[in-house]
């Protein structure tokens, strides 16, 4: 029997979902919750992340008639988790972020970078000179005190690996925005990797 | 066209790492790098720092949360549906 593609993609089971499908909906939530929830650790942190990834999966089930069935599901449900990251950390009204403007490269008056190649290329072996469960730390910090807008294009574009056109699609946003929202996070956090690991930015 | 140098360069390398550039820009791009050292490897890091958040952050979701997502999303049915009644 052919089963054309679509048949057994994430809209197919929404749709049946919407339909009162129990199954279908639980096969979405498991297919789905490991992403939320590592998206979710990413964007706000591991205490906070189990409820995002309650709150996401609720939304989904309240908004499923929403869905509109010619939208990637992927891109709708980023949305949600993305969003509902946001309102968490607003309510936790931390204090804001130190910027990490101070990790940006550095430029002499002619425009050429100011550090060694070797000071510049240490970023790259951040991973032997810390040791691995401070990098962890340290890399979640960088993440935390991007600004909210840089995060999340960086954590969606470079952690979780979606296209630029995908996280233009979930942000609303054009791609040239989402490149330029990522580059300034590349940026930020390489310097910042890289002045802990003895480098200069 | 104005010539490259690190800092026109960096700020465009997200774009010509995607293809988003006009093929000269993109050019005088690579005749920049291919001198420069500094930039050369600036943009070897550049390209690898992701690869490294990425493996640093990543982390499994504990079972019990598993659990828990669909124990509350069957509780949420359940009360959606006397509502219904």
């Given at each position: 029997m052919i089963v054309p593609?679509?048949?057994?993609?994430d809209e197919a089971f929404a749709a049946r979902a919407a339909a009162g499908d129990d199954a279908a909906f639980e096969a979405l939530v498991v297919r789905y919750q490991h992403r939320i929830f590592r998206l979710a650790c990413r964007l706000t942190s591991e205490t906070d992340a189990p409820d995002v990834v309650q709150e996401t999966f609720l939304q989904i089930y309240r908004h499923l008639s929403t869905f509109?069935?010619?939208?990637q599901f992927s891109t709708w449900v980023y949305r949600i988790a993305t969003n509902a990251s946001l309102m968490l950390r607003r309510a936790r009204a931390r204090r804001p972020a130190e910027p990490l403007d101070e990790f940006l490269p550095r430029f002499d008056a002619?425009?050429?970078?100011?550090?060694t190649p070797d000071a510049l290329r240490i970023t790259s072996r951040v991973e032997e000179l810390l040791d691995r469960h401070e990098l962890a730390k340290k890399a979640q910090a960088a993440i935390d005190r991007l600004p909210d807008l840089y995060r999340e294009a960086f954590v969606l574009r470079d952690?979780?690996?979606?296209?630029t056109a995908e996280v233009a699609q979930v942000l609303r946003v054009d791609a040239a925005t989402v490149r330029q929202r990522v580059h300034r996070a590349r940026l930020l956090v390489r310097g910042y990797l890289s002045e802990l690991a003895g480098g200069r930015p | 066209m104005k010539d490259i140098v690190c800092v026109s360069g960096i700020e465009l390398l997200m774009e010509y790492m995607e293809g988003a550039l006009a093929s000269d820009v993109a050019a005088a791009i690579e005749a920049h790098v291919a001198a420069c050292p500094r930039c050369e490897a600036f943009i070897a890091s550049y390209r690898e720092m992701p690869r490294i958040v990425r493996d640093a952050t990543r982390i499994e979701i504990p079972a019990a949360l598993e659990a828990s997502v669909l124990a509350a999303l069957r509780a949420a049915r359940r009360a959606a549906r006397r509502r219904d009644e």
């Open positions: 593609a679509a048949e057994s993609g509109r069935g010619g939208a002619d425009g050429k970078l100011e550090a952690l979780e690996e979606l296209s | -």
